[in-house]
C-alpha cells in the first residue's frame, strides 16, 4: 500500500453534483445575506421604524400597527416586525403593502418622494397602489387588508 491510500477517507468522495450543489447554496446563502445589509448611514432612512408595542398576540389579523397621526401625509412607514408598509397616500387615506420588493425580496428601506424604495437595485413603488415606479422590479408590491378605527390602522 502507498502512503496515500493509507490515508484515504473511507467511504465514496463527494460527486461532481454534490460539490456544485453546495457552492451554489453557499453562493445563494452570500446573496441574501447581501439583501438584508446596511447601506452604511449611522441613523434610519426616513419612514422606516419598527413596529409598536401592542397587541401582537401571534396573529396577524387585527394586530395594531400604528396611529393614523405617525403615518406621515405623502409618506408613509415601515413596520418591519409586521412585514408591512402603511402609507398615507393623501390626508385620511391609508394603504398597506408587504415590505419585501418583488425584485429579489430585499426588505424596503424607506418611503420618500412618493416611493416606497429598496435599498438593494433601486427598485421603487408608488404609494398609492404598490405598483412599480423604478425598476428592476417589475410587480407591484402586494396590498395588504388593514382598517382604521379610533385613529388606530390594524392589520384586517
Not at 452570500?30 to 448611514?41: I, R
Not at 385620511?92 to 419585501?100: D, L, M, R, S, V
Given at each position: 500500500m502507498t502512503a496515500s491510500q493509507d490515508s484515504a477517507p473511507h467511504g465514496p468522495a463527494p460527486t461532481r453534483r454534490v460539490v456544485v450543489a453546495a457552492v451554489g447554496a453557499a453562493g445563494i446563502a452570500?446573496?441574501?445575506?447581501?439583501?438584508?445589509?446596511?447601506?452604511?448611514?449611522a441613523s434610519e432612512p426616513a419612514g422606516s421604524v419598527s413596529a409598536p408595542a401592542g397587541d401582537g398576540g401571534g396573529s396577524s389579523g387585527g394586530r395594531k400597527l400604528a396611529e393614523e397621526s405617525e403615518v406621515p401625509e405623502g409618506g408613509g412607514k415601515i413596520l418591519a416586525d409586521a412585514g408591512?408598509?402603511?402609507?398615507?397616500?393623501?390626508?385620511?387615506?391609508?394603504?398597506?403593502?408587504?415590505?419585501?420588493?418583488?425584485?429579489?425580496?430585499?426588505?424596503?428601506?424607506?418611503?420618500?418622494?412618493?416611493t416606497i424604495n429598496c435599498p438593494c437595485h433601486g427598485s421603487k413603488f408608488s404609494i398609492e397602489d404598490g405598483s412599480v415606479r423604478h425598476g428592476p422590479a417589475t410587480e407591484a408590491l402586494a396590498e395588504k387588508k388593514i382598517t382604521t378605527s379610533g385613529g388606530t390602522i390594524s392589520l384586517a
Open positions: 452570500a446573496a441574501l445575506s447581501a439583501c438584508g445589509g446596511s447601506d452604511g448611514s408591512v408598509v402603511v402609507t398615507q397616500p393623501k390626508k385620511g387615506e391609508f394603504k398597506a403593502f408587504t415590505n419585501i420588493c418583488t425584485h429579489r425580496q430585499c426588505p424596503v428601506s424607506s418611503v420618500e418622494g412618493g
